[in-house]
């Protein structure tokens, strides 16, 4: 697989030639050995939606609805936020990202949008611990 991937700093990103439903794209993260994305700046926000190829790709933010605390796929805390489709940051719980110029383009949470949207998968560590 590893030739189908693309690579950004000490990250590898797979997309899934089809889309999934949000379970089954975490199941298939989980049987390859990496974890849904996970956007940590604006750099790889923008690298993102370059190599994205025009698909919503899920993501691993998720948060309770009761408060705007967006968290990764180990309960941490986002670190980053990027930038939201218009009309989005609605009080869902699942986290996807449109890739395509113009209207459709940004951070989505108000999924699950099951039969549109591609897993993204990744590999790396999200967080390099200070040395």
Same mark, same amino acid.
């Given at each position: 697989?590893?030739?189908?991937?693309?690579?950004?700093?000490?990250?590898?990103?797979?997309?899934?030639? =089809? &889309? /999934?439903?949000?379970?089954?794209?975490?199941?298939?993260?989980?049987?390859?050995?990496?974890?849904? @994305?996970? #956007?940590?700046?604006?750099?790889?926000?923008?690298?993102?939606?370059?190599?994205?190829?025009?698909?919503?790709?899920?993501?691993?933010?998720?948060?309770?609805?009761?408060?705007?605390?967006?968290?990764?796929?180990?309960? =941490? &805390? /986002?670190?980053?936020?990027?930038?939201?489709?218009?009309?989005?940051?609605?009080?869902?719980?699942? @986290?996807? #990202?449109?890739?395509?110029?113009?209207?459709?383009?940004?951070?989505?949470?108000?999924?699950?949008?099951?039969?549109?949207?591609?897993?993204?998968?990744?590999?790396?560590?999200?967080?390099?611990?200070?040395?």
């Amino acid at each position: 697989i590893a030739d189908k991937c693309f690579v950004w700093k000490d990250g590898y990103y797979f997309i899934t030639d =089809r &889309p /999934l439903k949000l379970t089954d794209a975490q199941r298939l993260a989980s049987l390859m050995n990496g974890r849904l @994305l996970t #956007i940590s700046s604006a750099d790889e926000e923008a690298f993102i939606l370059k190599e994205g190829r025009g698909l919503y790709l899920w993501m691993s933010g998720w948060r309770k609805v009761v408060n705007n605390d967006w968290r990764d796929e180990r309960n =941490r &805390p /986002l670190r980053f936020v990027g930038k939201w489709a218009p009309k989005q940051a609605t009080g869902q719980m699942n @986290l996807s #990202i449109g890739t395509a110029t113009g209207q459709t383009r940004g951070w989505y949470d108000d999924g699950p949008w099951d039969g549109v949207v591609h897993a993204c998968i990744e590999w790396g560590e999200e967080y390099p611990e200070a040395k």
